[in-house]
T-cell receptor, first 116, second 115 residues
Framework: DQQVKQNSPSLSVQEGRISILNCDYT??????FLWYKKYPAEGPTFLIS?????DKNEDGRFTVFLNKSAKHLSLHIVPSQPGDSAVYFC???????????????FGKGTLLTVNP | GAVVSQHPSWVICKSGTSVKIECRSL??????MFWYRQFPKQSLMLMAT?????????EQGVEKDKFLINHASLTLSTLTVTSAHPEDSSFYIC???????????FGQGTRLTVV
Protein backbone atom coordinates (compact mmCIF):
# COMPACT_ATOMS: atom_id res chain seq x y z
CA ASP A 1 0.00 0.00 0.00
CA GLN A 2 1.73 3.11 -1.28
CA GLN A 3 0.90 5.83 1.23
CA VAL A 4 3.01 8.44 -0.53
CA LYS A 5 2.75 8.56 -4.29
CA GLN A 6 4.80 10.35 -6.88
CA ASN A 7 3.00 9.47 -10.07
CA SER A 8 5.47 11.03 -12.47
CA PRO A 9 8.64 8.95 -12.66
CA SER A 10 10.37 11.64 -14.67
CA LEU A 11 10.14 15.31 -15.64
CA SER A 12 12.16 17.29 -18.15
CA VAL A 13 12.29 21.10 -18.17
CA GLN A 14 14.32 23.81 -19.83
CA GLU A 15 16.86 25.80 -17.85
CA GLY A 16 15.32 28.95 -16.40
CA ARG A 17 11.79 27.58 -16.44
CA ILE A 18 9.74 26.36 -13.50
CA SER A 19 9.91 22.72 -12.37
CA ILE A 20 6.83 21.40 -10.59
CA LEU A 21 7.11 18.09 -8.81
CA ASN A 22 3.94 16.54 -7.43
CA CYS A 23 3.20 14.23 -4.55
CA ASP A 24 -0.02 12.70 -3.22
CA TYR A 25 -0.62 10.95 0.07
CA THR A 26 -3.37 8.79 1.45
CA UNK A 27 -2.71 8.68 5.21
CA UNK A 28 -4.60 11.48 6.91
CA UNK A 29 -2.35 11.11 9.97
CA UNK A 30 0.60 12.59 8.08
CA UNK A 31 1.25 16.07 9.40
CA UNK A 32 4.75 16.88 8.23
CA PHE A 33 6.10 16.67 4.73
CA LEU A 34 9.60 16.83 3.34
CA TRP A 35 11.37 16.91 0.01
CA TYR A 36 14.74 15.29 -0.53
CA LYS A 37 17.05 15.44 -3.52
CA LYS A 38 19.18 12.47 -4.46
CA TYR A 39 22.05 12.00 -6.87
CA PRO A 40 23.02 8.50 -8.06
CA ALA A 41 25.00 6.45 -5.54
CA GLU A 42 24.56 9.09 -2.84
CA GLY A 43 22.25 9.49 0.11
CA PRO A 44 19.31 11.90 -0.12
CA THR A 45 19.84 15.55 0.81
CA PHE A 46 17.14 17.40 2.73
CA LEU A 47 15.68 20.29 0.72
CA ILE A 48 12.61 21.76 2.34
CA SER A 49 9.74 20.79 4.59
CA UNK A 50 6.27 21.92 5.52
CA UNK A 51 4.02 21.36 8.48
CA UNK A 52 0.34 20.63 7.98
CA UNK A 53 -0.56 23.89 9.70
CA UNK A 54 0.85 25.77 6.73
CA ASP A 55 0.01 25.74 3.05
CA LYS A 56 3.23 27.20 1.72
CA ASN A 57 6.89 27.29 2.65
CA GLU A 58 9.56 29.04 0.63
CA ASP A 59 13.33 28.78 0.71
CA GLY A 60 15.18 30.55 -2.07
CA ARG A 61 14.32 28.94 -5.40
CA PHE A 62 12.33 26.17 -3.70
CA THR A 63 8.71 26.48 -2.63
CA VAL A 64 6.53 23.71 -1.29
CA PHE A 65 2.75 23.97 -1.44
CA LEU A 66 0.41 21.82 0.62
CA ASN A 67 -3.27 21.21 -0.15
CA LYS A 68 -4.54 19.20 2.78
CA SER A 69 -8.07 18.74 1.48
CA ALA A 70 -6.67 17.17 -1.68
CA LYS A 71 -3.87 15.38 0.19
CA HIS A 72 -1.48 16.84 -2.32
CA LEU A 73 1.79 18.69 -2.17
CA SER A 74 4.08 20.07 -4.78
CA LEU A 75 7.62 21.36 -5.01
CA HIS A 76 8.29 24.33 -7.27
CA ILE A 77 11.81 25.15 -8.41
CA VAL A 78 12.21 28.57 -10.01
CA PRO A 79 14.32 29.15 -11.99
CA SER A 80 15.43 25.61 -12.74
CA GLN A 81 19.16 25.02 -13.20
CA PRO A 82 21.03 22.09 -14.76
CA GLY A 83 22.49 21.31 -11.33
CA ASP A 84 18.98 20.63 -10.09
CA SER A 85 18.90 17.47 -12.20
CA ALA A 86 18.43 14.63 -9.71
CA VAL A 87 15.79 12.35 -8.25
CA TYR A 88 13.41 14.15 -5.91
CA PHE A 89 11.71 12.20 -3.14
CA CYS A 90 8.64 13.31 -1.29
CA UNK A 91 8.39 12.04 2.30
CA UNK A 92 5.76 12.26 5.02
CA UNK A 93 5.70 11.79 8.75
CA UNK A 94 2.92 11.41 11.32
CA UNK A 95 4.41 13.39 14.20
CA UNK A 96 1.17 13.84 16.05
CA UNK A 97 0.37 10.13 16.24
CA UNK A 98 2.55 9.67 19.28
CA UNK A 99 6.05 8.39 19.80
CA UNK A 100 9.16 10.29 18.88
CA UNK A 101 10.68 8.26 16.12
CA UNK A 102 9.11 10.33 13.35
CA UNK A 103 9.43 7.63 10.73
CA UNK A 104 9.44 8.93 7.20
CA UNK A 105 7.43 7.29 4.45
CA PHE A 106 8.89 7.97 1.01
CA GLY A 107 7.42 8.16 -2.46
CA LYS A 108 9.17 6.41 -5.36
CA GLY A 109 10.80 9.59 -6.57
CA THR A 110 10.72 11.72 -9.69
CA LEU A 111 13.76 12.10 -11.90
CA LEU A 112 14.11 15.75 -12.85
CA THR A 113 16.23 16.65 -15.85
CA VAL A 114 16.96 20.31 -16.47
CA ASN A 115 18.24 20.88 -19.97
CA PRO A 116 20.66 23.74 -20.69
CA GLY B 1 25.98 21.01 10.50
CA ALA B 2 23.93 17.80 10.51
CA VAL B 3 26.45 15.61 8.73
CA VAL B 4 25.98 11.87 8.60
CA SER B 5 28.85 9.69 7.46
CA GLN B 6 28.35 6.14 6.25
CA HIS B 7 31.14 3.65 5.70
CA PRO B 8 32.04 1.87 3.51
CA SER B 9 30.58 3.47 0.40
CA TRP B 10 30.79 0.17 -1.43
CA VAL B 11 31.66 -3.39 -0.54
CA ILE B 12 31.87 -6.68 -2.38
CA CYS B 13 31.66 -9.85 -0.34
CA LYS B 14 31.37 -13.56 -0.89
CA SER B 15 28.11 -15.37 -0.36
CA GLY B 16 27.82 -16.66 3.20
CA THR B 17 30.00 -14.00 4.79
CA SER B 18 28.89 -11.09 6.97
CA VAL B 19 29.27 -7.40 6.25
CA LYS B 20 29.13 -4.50 8.70
CA ILE B 21 28.09 -1.00 7.66
CA GLU B 22 28.68 1.97 9.95
CA CYS B 23 26.65 5.13 10.24
CA ARG B 24 27.98 8.08 12.22
CA SER B 25 26.49 11.45 13.03
CA LEU B 26 29.51 13.76 12.98
CA UNK B 27 28.25 16.97 14.52
CA UNK B 28 25.10 16.10 16.42
CA UNK B 29 23.70 13.49 18.74
CA UNK B 30 21.43 11.13 16.89
CA UNK B 31 18.72 9.94 19.23
CA UNK B 32 17.16 7.98 16.39
CA MET B 33 18.75 6.31 13.40
CA PHE B 34 17.02 4.68 10.49
CA TRP B 35 18.23 2.06 8.02
CA TYR B 36 16.86 1.93 4.50
CA ARG B 37 17.32 -0.24 1.49
CA GLN B 38 16.86 0.95 -2.06
CA PHE B 39 16.41 -1.29 -5.07
CA PRO B 40 17.04 0.10 -8.56
CA LYS B 41 14.37 2.61 -9.58
CA GLN B 42 12.51 2.03 -6.33
CA SER B 43 11.80 4.11 -3.30
CA LEU B 44 13.68 4.05 -0.04
CA MET B 45 12.28 1.17 1.97
CA LEU B 46 12.61 1.53 5.73
CA MET B 47 14.15 -1.57 7.26
CA ALA B 48 14.40 -0.62 10.91
CA THR B 49 14.44 2.22 13.42
CA UNK B 50 16.88 2.29 16.28
CA UNK B 51 17.10 4.43 19.37
CA UNK B 52 20.32 4.73 21.27
CA UNK B 53 20.69 2.05 23.90
CA UNK B 54 17.63 0.03 22.96
CA UNK B 55 16.74 -2.73 20.54
CA UNK B 56 15.90 -1.79 16.99
CA UNK B 57 12.33 -1.88 15.74
CA UNK B 58 12.13 -3.76 12.46
CA GLU B 59 9.59 -3.20 9.72
CA GLN B 60 7.36 -6.04 8.68
CA GLY B 61 9.12 -8.52 6.45
CA VAL B 62 12.64 -7.58 7.54
CA GLU B 63 14.52 -10.44 9.20
CA LYS B 64 16.04 -9.14 12.40
CA ASP B 65 18.42 -12.09 12.68
CA LYS B 66 19.77 -11.39 9.23
CA PHE B 67 20.05 -7.62 9.52
CA LEU B 68 21.59 -6.95 12.93
CA ILE B 69 21.39 -3.35 14.07
CA ASN B 70 23.32 -1.89 16.96
CA HIS B 71 22.98 1.68 18.20
CA ALA B 72 25.37 1.68 21.12
CA SER B 73 26.07 5.41 21.23
CA LEU B 74 24.43 8.68 20.23
CA THR B 75 26.75 9.01 17.25
CA LEU B 76 27.10 5.48 15.90
CA SER B 77 24.80 2.81 14.54
CA THR B 78 25.86 -0.30 12.69
CA LEU B 79 24.03 -2.63 10.33
CA THR B 80 25.46 -6.12 9.92
CA VAL B 81 24.20 -8.23 7.05
CA THR B 82 24.78 -11.78 8.23
CA SER B 83 25.31 -14.77 5.93
CA ALA B 84 24.90 -12.54 2.91
CA HIS B 85 23.38 -13.90 -0.28
CA PRO B 86 23.28 -12.38 -3.78
CA GLU B 87 19.67 -11.27 -3.22
CA ASP B 88 20.94 -9.05 -0.40
CA SER B 89 22.84 -7.00 -2.97
CA SER B 90 21.40 -3.52 -2.77
CA PHE B 91 22.01 0.10 -1.81
CA TYR B 92 21.77 0.54 1.96
CA ILE B 93 21.33 4.02 3.41
CA CYS B 94 21.21 5.23 6.98
CA UNK B 95 19.72 8.41 8.32
CA UNK B 96 19.84 10.09 11.69
CA UNK B 97 17.83 12.72 13.49
CA UNK B 98 18.26 14.82 16.58
CA UNK B 99 15.62 14.83 19.23
CA UNK B 100 14.23 18.26 18.36
CA UNK B 101 14.06 17.80 14.58
CA UNK B 102 11.63 15.96 12.37
CA UNK B 103 13.87 15.97 9.32
CA UNK B 104 16.48 13.25 9.19
CA UNK B 105 19.84 13.56 7.50
CA PHE B 106 21.21 10.82 5.36
CA GLY B 107 24.55 9.13 4.93
CA GLN B 108 26.10 8.63 1.54
CA GLY B 109 24.83 5.08 1.23
CA THR B 110 26.62 1.74 0.84
CA ARG B 111 26.49 -0.30 -2.33
CA LEU B 112 26.63 -3.97 -1.27
CA THR B 113 27.36 -6.60 -3.88
CA VAL B 114 27.30 -10.23 -2.83
CA VAL B 115 29.00 -12.61 -5.25
Amino acid sequence: DQQVKQNSPSLSVQEGRISILNCDYTNSMFDYFLWYKKYPAEGPTFLISISSIKDKNEDGRFTVFLNKSAKHLSLHIVPSQPGDSAVYFCAASARGSGGSNYKLTFGKGTLLTVNP
Amino acid sequence: GAVVSQHPSWVICKSGTSVKIECRSLDFQATTMFWYRQFPKQSLMLMATSNEGSKATYEQGVEKDKFLINHASLTLSTLTVTSAHPEDSSFYICSAREDWRTEAFFGQGTRLTVV
